[in-house]
């Protein structure tokens, strides 16, 4: 009787279910992997609130097809694009699928900008890397290393898409430091300028009083020579007297550019090259005119001690609002305006008394040391 029963309930459930037993389908497994990702925090060299992989509008931006090169915070950024291959078992792994796509089409994506990152004018990370072997190892397993941005799955498009960064700092310390270095002596030509027509005048057209001048180290020696050469000749004192007078005050405005710099509090300097032409680089020199040469006052190979993982020597901006909000150097920069060396593509120069002022604040505050510069381009 059991028996007879059961085949008829068998039966009846056979029937209201169309015939047939449904399958009961695999339970998908929840994987964060379909969720956005916050992005990774950067290096403890760069770690601040306002340090991270998000760009601002006013950032030094250069964008490629598949990625972008932040020059104001110092980072390059990818994307990737996956789509679920058609045999996966069940929407969970389909997605999964479609972010390993996507992540390592980023990967591919990233080392093709990073390659194209300029270390000087004239140089860039894939020139260091086809050069020497280590380097281009080292930059592989960065990439490979690299911080995920986002990940996230568009449902319409049925697309995973996902975004690695790196930090350029990371990228500068696998080139080595050596490398980065340059001999000013055989790389920058001597530079030959007009004569001051005016200095001429006063000169009386004496060559040896010209060229004693221009040679001359200090205010001092230069008014003891001027001295001499009025007790030799009178006919000089006049000219003479004029030129004492310039120096005179040319000794005040350095006294009034020193006052000024010991009463103001600066956080970091700003090089204003807008419009000059130069290409953003990690490791651009900037120069002062000294007489008839260029000499260099900040650059990889200034000779300044400095933190050995400091690399990028500046970071770019387009405004001197961005320049200023940049926490590179914060609060009080000083400013000063540079002009493009053609000569040399990475190089930047400033005027001598600019040079004195930043010299002058850099002894006490040693800004220049810890890398607290900012280019406007």
Not at 81 to 107: H, I, T
Not at 225 to 246: G, P, Y
Not at 299 to 313: T, V
Request: charged share 25%; net charge negative.
């Amino acid at each position: 009787m059991f028996s007879i029963v059961a085949i008829v309930v068998m039966a009846f459930l056979l029937v209201g279910c169309g015939g047939k037993v449904k399958k009961e389908e695999p339970m998908a497994v929840k994987t964060a992997a379909a969720q956005p990702v916050a992005a990774r925090p950067l290096p403890a060299a760069e770690t601040s609130e306002e340090s991270n992989f998000e760009s601002g509008e006013l950032d030094y931006e250069v964008k490629t097809v598949s990625g972008v090169v932040n020059w104001s915070k110092g980072f390059v950024r990818a994307k990737g694009y996956g789509v679920p291959p058609e045999n996966a078992v069940n929407d969970a792994q389909s997605k999964l699928m479609a972010f390993r796509a996507a992540y390592a089409d980023a990967l591919a994506n990233l080392l093709e900008i990073t390659n194209g990152v300029q270390v000087t004018a004239t140089t860039t990370v894939k020139d260091y890397m086809v050069k020497d072997h280590t380097v281009e190892l080292k930059v592989a397993g960065l990439i490979k290393g690299s911080k995920e941005v986002t990940r996230v799955f568009d449902e319409e498009k049925k697309v995973a898409i996902v975004e690695v960064g790196i930090a350029m700092e990371d990228v500068a310390m696998s080139i080595p430091k050596e490398e980065l270095s340059f001999d000013a002596s055989s790389s920058l030509e001597i530079w030959e300028t007009k004569e001051d027509a005016t200095l001429r005048q006063l000169a009386g057209g004496d060559e040896a009083l010209l060229n004693s001048i221009k040679t001359s180290r200090s205010v001092d020696e230069i008014e003891q020579k001027l001295v001499k050469m009025a007790e030799d000749n009178e006919k000089m004192a006049d000219r003479n007297e004029k030129l004492i007078a310039s120096i005179d005050l040319l000794t005040q405005e350095i006294g009034k550019l020193k006052s000024a710099a010991e009463m103001a509090d600066y956080t970091g300097v700003v090089i204003n090259a807008a419009g000059s032409g130069i290409k953003p680089c990690m490791s651009p020199n900037i120069y002062y005119k000294s007489g008839d040469t260029y000499k260099l006052l900040y650059g990889a190979d200034d000779g300044r001690a400095r933190d050995a993982s400091l690399h990028a020597l500046v970071v770019w901006e387009r405004t001197l609002t961005g320049a200023s909000d940049n926490t590179r150097v914060t609060q009080t920069p000083l400013i000063v305006s540079a002009t493009h060396l053609a000569k040399e593509q990475s190089a930047l120069a400033i005027s001598s008394d600019d040079a004195m002022k930043i010299e002058q604040v850099n002894a006490d505050k040693m800004l220049l040391e810890d890398g607290k510069v900012v280019v406007v381009r």
